[in-house]
């Protein structure tokens, strides 16, 4: 059975039975009132001309504040290998499991 609804109706029990989200009448109204709106805005942004304008990555104009890439510290193979069963070379040593 086929139910034709307006642009402007939301289906609110159709999308929280597909949520799974158990809501009363009142709660299925505001949910409704709160979805109009949001499409409503969407529409209006939708509706400017953006043509010519560069999209951002960010819509704040700001820069990370990175570390400088250098090395600080050299690997010690002996310090994390001390307590290995078998090593060899810089090399963790295991047991050969496929014949």
């Known amino acids: ?3 034709e609804i307006s642009d402007d109706a939301i289906d609110v029990a159709h999308l929280a039975g597909l949520a799974r989200l158990a ?8 949910v409704g009132e709160d979805l109009q709106s949001i499409m409503a805005m969407i529409d209006a942004m939708q509706a400017i001309d953006t043509e010519g304008v560069e999209p951002l990555s ?3 104009d700001a820069s990370a504040r990175l570390r400088a890439d250098v090395v600080t510290e050299s690997p010690d193979p ?3 290998q001390q307590n290995a069963p078998s090593t060899g070379d810089h090399y963790y040593l295991v047991p050969r499991v496929v014949e």
């Open 78 to 80: 002996e310090h994390f």
């Open 23 to 30: 809501l009363d009448n009142s709660a299925r109204s505001q």
């Open 58 to 60: 960010h819509p704040l």
């Open 1 to 3: 059975m086929s139910q």
